[in-house]
């Protein structure tokens, strides 16, 4: 199974997006699936409901951190790469669904968007979208660990 669907199958368990992302990658984190979804649990609905930037990329970027990530904050040249490197993901993401933002990806919606979170139902994934978002960040991710 990929890293796209795990996160896929992460989020149909109900796990949110940000979660289902890291958690595809708990492994090569070296973190366990429970603290690798601990970590990513305050990103899904676009940052705790707020709607901002989609936990998918959010996640996208803390599995980028722990695996390309700089740790010295005197290495200027480590912090721009990955920054560059998190810019282009961003970018990446971008091109195959226009926006970053939770609220943005998610306007078909019928309604208003709710903060909390809601209930896994099976009518709840017919309309959601966030499962292609999910698996556009692990793939992305993947395709970057394979350029290393």
């Not at 970018?91 to 669904?97: P, T």
């Not at 309309?127 to 350029?147: K, S």
């Amino acid at each position: 199974m990929n890293h796209a669907e795990k996160a896929r199958d992460l989020f149909r368990a109900g796990y949110n997006c940000a979660q289902s992302v890291v958690g595809a990658f708990h492994e090569e984190m070296g973190l366990s699936l429970e603290d690798a979804v601990r970590l990513a649990s305050s990103f899904g609905g676009g940052m705790g409901g707020m709607r901002e930037t989609c936990g998918a990329v959010t996640g996208m970027f803390l599995v980028a951190g722990m695996l390309k990530g700089y740790d010295d904050p005197a290495d200027y040249d480590g912090k721009k790469a990955h920054y560059a490197r998190i810019r282009e993901l961003a970018e990446q993401f971008r091109q195959k669904h226009d926006t970053l933002v939770c609220r943005e990806l998610l306007q078909a919606l019928p309604g208003k968007l709710k903060q909390d979170p809601q209930p896994r139902t099976e009518e709840y994934y017919k309309v959601r979208p966030c499962v292609r978002f999910v698996e556009t960040a692990a793939e992305l991710l993947e395709e970057m660990l394979e350029e290393a």
